[in-house]
């Protein structure tokens, strides 16, 4: 079973910086997307970036221009450099690979941003 590790949440003040980075256990095989998503409570997961086995990432707008996501194959890794972070970026933070056969999850890493 693979297991996907985060690592790099914590407290930032606005207009701070943070790199979030999630290792899997085991090499995941192509073809997979990437992604990151992010949780708040009483709301439902939100999609924040993803990035395809073959290079195409997508943002979400509200962080678009400020996040960047970024992989590796092997080890299959995947980062999330977030910059100008605002409050409203405040979440629990989960890194995901999902294959044709199964979906993959972080346990999450909490971000706080303070203003």
């Known amino acids: 079973q693979v297991q996907l590790v985060e690592s790099g949440g914590g407290l930032v003040q606005a207009g701070g910086s943070l790199t979030l980075s999630c290792a899997a256990s085991?090499?995941?095989?192509?073809?997979?997307?990437m992604g990151w998503y992010r949780q708040v409570p009483g709301k439902q997961r939100e999609l924040v970036a993803s990035?395809?086995?073959?290079?195409?990432?997508n943002y979400v707008d509200s962080v678009k221009g400020r996040f960047t996501i970024s992989g590796d194959n092997v080890p299959s890794s995947v980062f999330l450099q977030m910059d100008s972070l605002k409050p409203e970026d405040t979440a629990v933070y989960y890194c995901?690979?999902?294959?044709?056969?199964?979906?993959?999850w972080g346990q999450g890493t909490q971000v706080t941003v303070s203003s």
């Open positions: 995901n690979f999902k294959t044709l056969a199964i979906d993959y």
């Open positions: 990035l395809t086995s073959d290079g195409t990432s």
């Open positions: 085991a090499v995941i095989f192509r073809p997979y997307t």
